[in-house]
């Protein structure tokens, strides 16, 4: 079995940073992409940012140069830190990974429980 469990969501007014982590743990024996996703209310879930296991990173535009994902190998971690927050951000904000579980098995995708972000004032 294998969890990601995701934390760091919160409150926080417009203008406001905030960190995003997702640990990954369980039967890993590789991870290829990490990324995080979102879904405001009343909408549906869409790509956040990536990061390969080179740390080659991508964003969706609405988020380039305020959002910087990045992840640690060896702690199976991957996080997302965000600044100049704006009310258009608040969403719940969910992590995935794509790894194999042995050599021998393919990759398989994962998602976190979702995490809330809140930018309000």
């Known amino acids: 079995q294998v969890q990601l469990v995701e934390s760091g969501g919160g409150l926080v007014q417009p203008g406001g940073s905030l960190r995003l982590s997702c640990a990954a743990s369980?039967?890993?024996?590789?991870?290829?992409?990490m990324a995080w996703y979102r879904q405001p209310p009343g909408k549906e879930r869409e790509l956040v940012a990536t990061?390969?296991?080179?740390?080659?990173?991508a964003y969706r535009d609405s988020v380039k140069g305020r959002f910087t994902c990045s992840r640690d190998n060896a702690k199976n971690t991957v996080y997302l830190q965000m600044s100049s927050l704006k009310p258009e951000d608040s969403a719940v904000y969910y992590c995935?990974?794509?790894?194999?579980?042995?050599?021998?098995?393919?990759?398989?995708?994962?998602w976190g429980q979702g995490t809330q972000v809140t930018v309000s004032s």
């Open positions: 369980g039967s890993i024996f590789e991870i290829a992409t």
């Open positions: 995935y990974a794509a790894l194999k579980n042995s050599t021998w098995s393919p990759y398989r995708n994962y």
């Open positions: 990061v390969s296991s080179a740390a080659t990173t």
